[in-house]
């Protein structure tokens, strides 16, 4: 059985080497620059930016999935939960945790009034489509994911590193 809770501040460390996981399973570690201090700075802080879930199995601490979101705010639907990242840890998968993760979450979005979750996957990870086409998602074609890292913004906008 799975138990499923809202994230505390000791949970980083777990979650962050699930984050660390999730980026090696999508073969890019070197693009993880958070950290576990600036996990607990944003989730804990005055003015918390994120929320999170994590799952275990009853009877143990050990924190086998993850689920980490905030609102954000469409101006054609509203509030609407976005889910940054959902993880369960490779050797739970296929094996129903993910269910009941990604179904709190879904709850969580009802409890907030929000009209509707978003979220993003991997054009090349099937076993994630496939999964979320079990809830009759609606993926999207046609947008582009557009990032711009501070160090460009400082560079573009003329501001010193200091």
């Given at each position: 059985m799975y138990i499923v809770r809202e994230g505390k501040r000791e949970d980083i460390p777990q979650v962050f080497a699930l984050i660390q996981e999730l980026a090696l399973y999508e073969k890019a570690?070197?693009?993880v620059t958070n950290s576990i201090e600036l996990m607990l700075k944003d989730g804990f802080g005055p003015e918390p930016v994120y929320g999170f879930f994590v799952l275990t199995k009853a009877g143990s601490e050990s924190i086998i999935?993850?689920?980490?979101y905030y609102y954000r705010y469409s101006t054609w639907k509203g509030k609407r939960l976005y889910l940054e990242d959902?993880?369960?840890?490779?050797?739970?998968?296929g094996k129903?945790?993910?269910?009941?993760?990604?179904?709190?979450?879904m709850k969580k979005s009802l409890e907030e009034n929000c009209t509707g979750m978003m979220w993003q996957v991997?054009?090349?990870?099937?076993?994630?489509?496939?999964?979320?086409?079990?809830?009759?998602?609606?993926?999207?074609?046609g947008w582009l994911n557009c990032h711009l890292q501070s160090q460009n913004i400082k560079?573009?906008?003329?501001?010193?590193?200091?």
């Open positions: 570690p070197e693009q999935g993850t689920a980490i959902y993880i369960i840890t490779e050797l739970e998968r129903g945790a993910g269910k009941v993760l990604f179904e709190r979450v991997l054009d090349w990870n099937e076993p994630a489509i496939n999964f979320y086409n079990k809830y009759q998602t609606e993926m999207e074609s560079q573009i906008l003329g501001h010193s590193e200091a």
